[in-house]
């Protein structure tokens, strides 16, 4: 192996986590010791996200094999980038190593896996070996026998989850004066501004902006173009007159959200934040009045990722709807209070139940892969249990005429080694923020309950 480089030896959790990882460490090598290809020859099998990523692993294993030819596995096989995978910043130019011994480590698999990287040290003294791991306990390990152990992170969208894009900025008190050359005009009801951004004001589409106080003003950002942004005045949807199916917004970021939600330039809109908050119930409302009232889309459809906060109740019976109802609490409870009309006593409820129930479809998550959604109002909630990949795979199902709305609470995140930084929620505000169709709002303020809101501060 040649001087001047690291040896990152990675466990199998990293490949399983993320196949292309093989690629992801520039001029560095890799080592893959013969209990990774065990364990991840273990869980190919399945329809599984685990089981697909092992798969792709054991595939570019592969084609570095046939591509180096019989006697270029003792040589350390030449890590090319795979064709038709981004790797972004990426470009490997190291070496990929296989442990060639045997009977390193004994006992679990991690011990195994941990005395083939120690050996490999001892093998290799004069170039610095680090093991990748996403298993904590691993990392200990290593750490006492003094061998350096690092999460992968190369997945991450941001180094600090407090720097994420939180959809809404306030307003200096001198905004107005401070933009002299602003120019503002009405157009079909609606109160649009155009000015130059100052340096400071370094703004997104879509964003919401805010003026508190006395002259309150709430504002959302239309387009940056040539220098120039495009505001537009927004709707007061806490005016009972402009409740969005019976839902009138009981703070600010309530008002963006139903702001964007109800806008049908915004083909994809991201609501973070904690529980209460009402990211669920507002999404609904804003559905059901344009799938029923306006007639946008064909039908809401509600998925979300299963993963289990207890024990698993296991195989559950019936039809794919009926298999996911258990994992729908928040949509009934919802749909609860948006069909309870205080007209019509038992019998319109429940003609109103039957009417939406018609058009509010659950699915799950497991056969989205090859569906296309055409004019759907599709609801993905529990979105920070998915992987980067995963938010991929839906996101890529939307058709013409499809909005997807993306609901999640970073702080309740079930999925192992997903972090608030490597979320597929997290990554999809970061990477969407840009986009002249795509909005995100961060809603802080519980209005659950009173209880709720001491509990979500106290506990």
């Not at 610095?128 to 152990?149: C, E, F």
């Not at 069909?339 to 479809?361: C, F, H, M, Q, Y």
Request: overall charge negative.
């Amino acid at each position: 192996m040649s001087r001047g480089k690291r040896i990152y030896a990675l466990d199998t959790n990293v490949l399983l986590h993320d196949p292309t990882a093989l690629f992801r460490f520039e001029e560095h090598d890799v080592f893959i010791p013969m209990k990774v290809l065990e364990e991840l020859d273990e869980k190919k099998n399945g329809s599984s996200e685990l089981a697909r990523n092992a798969r792709q692993a054991s595939r570019f294993f592969n084609e570095l094999i046939e591509g180096a030819g019989r006697n270029g596995i003792k040589g350390g096989l030449p890590l090319r980038n795979p064709g038709g995978v981004s790797l972004g910043r990426s470009d490997a130019r190291g070496k990929l190593w296989f442990q060639s011994t045997s009977g390193n480590g004994h006992g679990s698999p991690d011990n195994q896996i941990l005395g083939a990287v120690l050996a490999l040290r001892e093998a290799q003294p004069d170039t610095p070996v680090v093991l990748v791991s996403k298993d904590i306990n691993l990392r200990i390990k290593a750490g006492i026998q003094n061998l350096p152990a690092e999460d992968y992170e190369n997945d991450r969208a941001l180094d600090d989850f407090a720097l994420l894009f939180a959809g809404h900025a306030e307003l200096p008190e001198n905004f107005w004066p401070s933009h002299p050359e602003l120019r503002s005009w009405a157009e079909r009801g609606r109160t649009y501004y155009e000015l130059t951004p100052h340096k400071h004001e370094q703004w997104y589409p879509q964003q919401c902006l805010y003026l508190p106080g006395e002259n309150s003003v709430e504002l959302r950002v239309l387009s940056m173009h040539e220098g120039q942004a495009r505001l537009v005045l927004l709707d007061d949807h806490s005016h009972s007159n402009h409740a969005v199916w019976g839902i009138s917004a009981r703070n600010r970021e309530q008002n963006f959200a139903l702001n964007v939600l109800m806008d049908p330039e915004v083909d994809f809109v991201t609501l973070l934040g904690t529980a209460g908050t009402g990211k669920t119930l507002l999404a609904l409302a804003a559905g059901l009045a344009q799938v029923m009232d306006q007639q946008r889309y064909r039908e809401i459809i509600m998925t979300r990722a299963t993963v289990s906060v207890g024990d698993d109740i296991g195989f559950l019976p019936g039809t794919e709807e009926e298999k996911m109802t258990p994992w729908m609490g928040a949509l009934t409870d919802n749909l609860e209070v948006l069909t309870n009309p205080e007209e019509g006593g038992s019998w319109g409820r429940a003609a109103t139940n039957d009417l939406i129930t018609s058009r509010v479809k659950v699915r799950s998550l497991s056969f989205m892969r090859g569906r296309t959604f055409l004019n759907r109002y599709l609801i993905l909630d529990e979105a920070q249990n998915l992987t980067p990949k995963q938010m991929k795979t839906l996101v890529t199902r939307a058709g013409p005429g499809t909005k997807i709305v993306a609901l999640g609470n970073v702080e309740q995140i079930d999925t192992p080694y997903l972090t608030e930084t490597n979320s597929g929620l997290t990554y999809a505000v970061d990477r969407f923020k840009a986009w002249q169709h795509s909005a995100h709002i961060t809603l802080r303020r519980g209005e659950r309950s009173r209880l709720a809101d001491f509990a979500s501060e106290a506990l």
